[in-house]
């Protein structure tokens, strides 16, 4: 199997900048033509897309060009954000025999506001949501729901970093009034956060960085609103008795938590042949203020390995017994070829 990635910008959303993605990605893998193409584009191609794809595809050679729109974009050369550019990661199997294996998470993308529900359920999924995204596979425009590849060939191992903080041990939820949580510990939900903080955020609680984390491999659960009564609203219900931890969003503990995930994940034996990242507008340079740390961290554990990702509202994984949509979270799929 040979990979590789590529990132090209300019001042305006042209297919040339398709054309230069790939082309380059191409040169870097010692290609002539590619099987499969993951293709990112910024979300000024949004009524753009299809000269673009269609460039992208006759650069390769390949028709199996899949990919979406999407806030900013990245590969292990650098991110971009607020600027015009492509992402192009191009992938050739070694034998015929290589593509016609069939081993991991379908890749998923969607410009819907929320999950849609048959991806809900397994078969197990990664991937990107952005609201008002545009996707294709195939080569052209998906369909409502959004675009769906199955890589053959490959092993893949889910790095899921949500970047907290815990505060407090578990506490059992004792009082709810549907999105509203009244009691948990024993305590009005805002008193009993206010005791978790450390005593320099307690007069006035930063609650967009503060979330209520569930079971481990599951998203946390965003604060929207403090009330006067002492609740706090949620953006989903709790259950009563329902164990939770109070957790905060902060820089060094975030890049901590992502180095940690992709040792805990990484097989020491054989490092990835490529990656797909698929991180959140809330993270990356918005986030730490200088630098996409989490991208450094991947460069920093995986040198020189070929990745692409994109930033968006949304990060797709699986959850339980089906699939999840997490926020401010970095979901990584590390790939090795099935094939020795």
Not at 291 to 305: I, Q
């Amino acid at each position: 199997m040979k990979v590789a990635s590529s990132l090209a910008s300019g001042p305006h959303p042209t297919v040339d900048l398709a054309t230069a993605a790939v082309r380059d990605a191409m040169q870097a893998a010692g290609l002539e033509r590619a099987d499969s193409i993951l293709l990112f584009l910024t979300r000024d191609y949004v009524r753009h897309a299809q000269p673009a794809i269609v460039a992208a595809a006759r650069a390769a050679g390949t028709l199996q060009v899949t990919g979406c729109t999407a806030y900013g974009l990245l590969t292990e050369e650098g991110w971009l954000l607020d600027q015009s550019g492509a992402a192009a990661l191009v992938i050739a199997y070694a034998t015929p025999d290589d593509a016609d294996t069939r081993h991991e998470p379908l890749l998923s993308f969607t410009g819907h506001h929320t999950l849609p529900h048959d991806w809900q359920r397994r078969p197990e999924r990664v991937g990107l949501l952005d609201a008002e995204a545009v996707t294709w596979s195939h080569g052209r425009l998906a369909g409502e729901t959004g675009s769906e590849l199955l890589v053959a060939g490959i092993h893949a191992r889910i790095a899921c970093s949500p970047g907290l903080r815990m505060l407090s041990q578990p506490l059992a939820v004792n009082a709810v009034a549907g999105y509203d949580l009244c009691e948990l510990g024993g305590l009005p939900a805002i008193n009993s956060l206010q005791r978790s903080l450390p005593a320099e955020l307690r007069a006035e609680p930063p609650l967009h960085q503060i979330v209520v984390a569930r079971q481990p491999g599951t998203p946390a659960v965003p604060i929207l609103a403090a009330n006067a009564d002492g609740s706090l609203t949620l953006a989903e219900a709790l259950a009563i008795d329902e164990p939770v931890r109070w957790a905060i969003r902060q820089p060094l503990s975030a890049e901590q938590d992502m180095r940690q995930s992709l040792l805990a994940t990484v097989d020491l034996e054989k490092r990835p042949d490529f990656a797909l990242m698929f991180s959140c507008l809330g993270r990356g340079p918005l986030f730490y203020g200088d630098d996409d740390r989490d991208l450094l961290a991947f460069r920093e554990t995986f040198p020189g390995v070929p990745l692409i990702g994109a930033y968006g509202s949304g990060q797709i994984a699986p959850a339980g017994n089906g699939n999840r949509l997490f926020q401010n979270t970095v979901v990584t799929l590390l790939c090795e070829s099935a094939h020795v």
